[in-house]
């Protein structure tokens, strides 16, 4: 078992910069691939980034890339996402999820890869 709670979500401006954390605990977090999802009101949560249990493989949703950056610190058991140059589009409640496997080829971009979520976070663009 592992338990994800995210923080650093809130209300940004159009082309401001938010940081997400995850805060992992529970079993090994090395042992974890972690992923990076977010669901809009009224749309289908949206695969936006994963990493594996190194840090030396990321992968982006087509709608984030080189905006957004994930990574994650083993010691502190934490995964993050940096996400820059914000838009209004952007405006989501923000779930991270623990996966107890390699990422797939190409990164695990679906919901039913990962074992493990946290409750969200909303992060909010104003424009």
């Known amino acids: 078992q592992v338990q994800l709670v995210e923080s650093g979500g809130g209300l940004v401006q159009a082309g401001g910069s938010l940081r997400l954390s995850c805060a992992a605990s529970g079993r090994t977090f090395s042992s974890y691939a972690m992923g990076w999802f977010r669901q809009a009101p009224g749309k289908e949560r949206e695969f936006v980034a994963a990493?594996?249990?190194?840090?030396?493989?990321?992968y982006y949703g087509d709608s984030v890339k080189g905006r957004f950056t994930i990574s994650r610190d083993n010691a502190k058991n934490t995964v993050y996402l940096q996400m820059n140059s914000l838009k209004p589009e952007d405006t989501a409640a923000y779930y991270c999820a623990a996966r107890y496997a390699p990422l797939v080829p190409g990164g695990s971009r679906r919901e039913n890869e990962y074992q493990y979520w946290g409750q969200g976070t909303q992060v909010t663009v104003s424009s």
């Open positions: 990493i594996n249990w190194s840090g030396g493989n990321t």
